[in-house]
Every structure is written in C-alpha cells, then in structure tokens.
C-alpha cells in the first residue's frame, strides 16, 4: 500500500507530560498549523500555539471527523493511563489504552494514513524476563495491568502492520524525566517529585525504596529518539511497535546524591507503598541494540546532566515565582 510524507500530524494525549513537550517540538519542525494537539483534558498553557480539540480517544466517530478535517496523515498516540492510576483503575486502564490504539489503528487503515506511532513501556517486561540488560525479544508477562495494555498495544501495532500494511511504529519508554508539565500517574514519577521537592523543601519522601533501579530517560532523549522513530526509513525497520530504547538507570538514592552535588543539604526519606511492587516487576535495566541499529538511536544525557539541567530549570521558575505551571 502506497503511504505518503508526513505533513499533518494529530497528537493525543498532548496535555500530558510528554505530549506537552513533543507538540511544542513537532511544531517548530513541521509547521504550527500541521501539528493538532488534542486531548481529554484542556489545552495545556504554553501550547496554544496551533490548533486544539478536546476530545475522548475511545470516541471512533469524533477521532474520524478531527482527522478528515484537518486532512491529518500521521497520529502520535500519547492518550494512556499509566501504570499506578492504571492498577487502581484496571478497567479503565485497559478501555482507555487499548480500545483508544485500536481506533486510531482501525483509522489509519481505512484512511489510508502514512503512520501511527504509539509508545509502550518498560512495563511490558514482567516475571521470567532477565532483569538486567532485558533483550527486546523476551518472555512478555507483566503484573500490571498497564503492562498487559502496552503488550496488546504492540501486538495490535505489529498486527495491523503485518496484516494491513499499516505503518505502526512504537517504542518501550523508560520512566521519563522533564521540568514542563507533571507525570500523569506512572511508578516513575518519583524522578520529578523529587527535583521539584529538593528546590521547593531541600527535602523529598519517595515512594520507592533507596535501591530501586529503574531505566531512565530525560525528556529531550525522549522527544529526540520519538522524533527519529517516525522520521525512520520504513525500509530499514525490521521491528515495528516494541523497540527497546534506553539511556541510564539509577536508584533514588543515586538520583538524591546526584541533586546533592548541586544542594548538598537535600534529604530524602523512604516510604514504599504499593508502587513498590510495580517497579519491581520491571527491569533495572534494558538492552537497545535495535534501536541502535535499525534506526541510529544514541541518548545524550546521563544521570548528572540531567539532575544540571533539572535543577537549573526548575530553580529559574522558582525564582520567578512559577515552579508550577
Ligand atoms: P500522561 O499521563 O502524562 O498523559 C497522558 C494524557 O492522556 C493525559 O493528558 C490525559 O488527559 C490523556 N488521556 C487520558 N485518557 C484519555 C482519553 N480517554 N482520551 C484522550 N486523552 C486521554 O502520560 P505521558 O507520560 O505523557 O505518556 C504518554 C505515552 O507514553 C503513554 O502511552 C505512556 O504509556 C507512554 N510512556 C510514558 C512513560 C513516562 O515515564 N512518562 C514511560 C513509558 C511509556
Ligand atoms: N513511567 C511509566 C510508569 O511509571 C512507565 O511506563 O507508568
């Protein structure tokens, strides 16, 4: 099936802690009009830039209409519950995240459209996967039921693919860490309560226990490694909606000694409660010879030039009496 360029691009879930910042990026490369934010949610301040429609993923008719109108050719697909909101709201979890996919899959066949990407998780890994250096090809069994969701989301991708000719892309975030707008509800958001706490408190009590090690990423690795996914030569991908991609791994105690280099009087406490459990079904850390491979993926940022930029972001906004947005 002839797919075309990508030239107009719907991004769901764009109010959220990554859609925030990928909208804000897609439209300095592709033009403001070409790139239509959309979410459950508001608009989220800063990204009034281009156009806007509030809308529910799970909602076929409306998604058809928003994608006819603005002659859409390409959907990122943010809208998800993630893994903590997702085990408290199960149900809502797996209608959100895989009736939402299956929409914009169902679409951009009938439609005929150039690409959906659709990111998945760290937390399609599970029990009997190796926890260290955990390969891309790997026994799937995740205790979440996020997890469950992002493995049918990349069976639905590689399925759609292979049986439609649809070009679904997708990639297995770690947790991600940013200064514009705030985690939605992951395991991970620790990472940024902490940074926002060290400049707000000098203090932070984290929900995971001090040696907990998790893969990381910082947001600009983020947008960096979505942007060169979609923008991949199709020719060259042997994967479809699973690439593993990676940058560092720490504990909390490593991520608090690392904002201590720069506040050395920052204290951190420990109280796990029941996220304990979901980061230690996860990897520590995880292998991304793919990515590497089929699509030149390479991360800039390591554990101490994130806690730099972090720390100088959030403490500029302070200082201007707007650490939150
Ligand atoms: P987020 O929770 O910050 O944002 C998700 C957005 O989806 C929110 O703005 C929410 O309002 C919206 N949404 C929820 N239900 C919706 C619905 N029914 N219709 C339309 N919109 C709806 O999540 P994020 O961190 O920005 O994650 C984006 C994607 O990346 C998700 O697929 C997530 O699973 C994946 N991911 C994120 C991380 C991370 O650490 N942030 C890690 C791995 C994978
Ligand atoms: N950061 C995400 C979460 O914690 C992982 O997908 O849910």
């Known amino acids: 099936m002839p797919r075309g360029k990508i030239q107009r691009i719907l991004v769901t879930g764009s109010s959220g802690q990554i859609g925030t910042e990928l909208v804000v990026e897609l439209r300095e490369r592709y033009g403001s009009d070409n790139v239509i934010a959309s979410d459950l949610r508001p608009e989220q301040e800063g990204n009034e830039g281009g156009p806007f429609e509030q809308t529910d993923v799970r909602d076929a008719e409306r998604l058809r209409e928003i994608i006819r109108r603005h002659d859409v050719d390409t959907v990122v697909h943010m809208a998800a519950i993630l893994s903590a909101k997702g085990e408290r709201e199960p149900l809502l979890a797996w209608d959100v995240n895989v009736r939402g996919l299956l929409n914009t899959l169902e679409l951009a066949r009938e439609l005929k459209l ?87 408190d000098g203090r932070y009590t984290c929900f995971l226990r001090e040696d907990t090690r998790l893969p990381m990423m910082y947001m600009p690795d983020c947008i960096k490694a979505t942007i060169q996914l979609m923008e991949a030569d199709a020719d060259g991908l042997r994967h479809h909606g699973d690439f593993n991609v990676a940058s560092m791994s720490f504990t909390p105690e490593e991520l608090a000694n690392a904002i201590r280099r720069h506040l050395p009087d920052f204290e951190i406490t420990y109280e796990p409660d029941y996220r304990q459990e979901i980061a230690e079904s996860w990897p520590s850390s995880i292998d991304d010879s793919a990515a590497r491979e089929e699509w030149g993926w390479e991360p800039n940022y390591d554990l101490d030039a994130m806690a730099a930029d972090m720390l100088e972001k959030l403490r500029a906004r302070h200082e201007a009496g707007a650490l939150y947005k």
Do not use: H, W
């Not at 639905?156 to 997708?170: E, H, S």
């Open 114 to 200: 150039t690409q959906v990407l659709c990111p998945s998780s760290i937390a399609v890994f599970g029990e009997g996967c190796p926890t260290e250096n955990t390969p891309q090809e790997t026994v799937l069994k995740p205790a979440t039921m996020y997890g469950v969701t992002k493995v049918a989301g990349e069976l639905l991708c590689d399925y759609y693919a292979r049986r439609f000719g649809v070009d679904a892309r997708g990639l297995r975030y770690p947790g991600i860490v940013s200064s514009e707008a705030l985690p939605g509800g992951g395991t991970t958001d620790y990472a940024v309560e902490i940074f926002y706490k060290a400049i707000e």
